[in-house]
């Protein structure tokens, strides 16, 4: 079984970078697309960023694009998620998941194995 954690957040100003790993404990997530969401305070779970098992595939949103970039190691079962100019509107909890499917998704339900998740907090 999968088993996602998270590690990389914090507290950091306007303009700052973070970079997120999402690392696979059980060292099984390399056939499997992977992807960042976050969660807001009291707003809903959103879609950040995917990456195909063979990384050859990514995607984001438009409120991150040009901003975050997002990668994998296979060997180290790992995937990041590199966050620069960061804002404060970016502040939420980051979750990483393994997607059911090679691919990902920007569909939250594409994904069956969730991490934590990991805080990010942007002054202004």
């Known amino acids: 079984q999968v088993q996602l954690v998270e590690s990389g957040g914090g507290l950091v100003q306007a303009g700052d970078s973070l970079r997120l790993s999402c690392a696979d404990s059980?060292?099984?997530?390399?056939?499997?697309?992977v992807g960042w969401f976050r969660r807001a305070p009291g707003k809903e779970r959103e879609f950040v960023s995917r990456i195909s098992w063979r990384g050859d595939i990514t995607d984001y949103s438009d409120s991150v694009k040009g901003r975050f970039t997002i990668s994998r190691d296979n060997a180290k079962n790992t995937v990041y998620l590199q966050m620069n100019s960061l804002k404060p509107e970016d502040t939420a909890v980051y979750y990483c998941a393994a997607a059911i499917g090679a691919i990902g998704s920007t569909y939250a339900g594409a994904y069956r194995y969730w991490g934590q998740g990991t805080q990010v907090t942007v002054s202004s």
């Open positions: 059980r060292r099984t997530f390399s056939n499997n697309g």
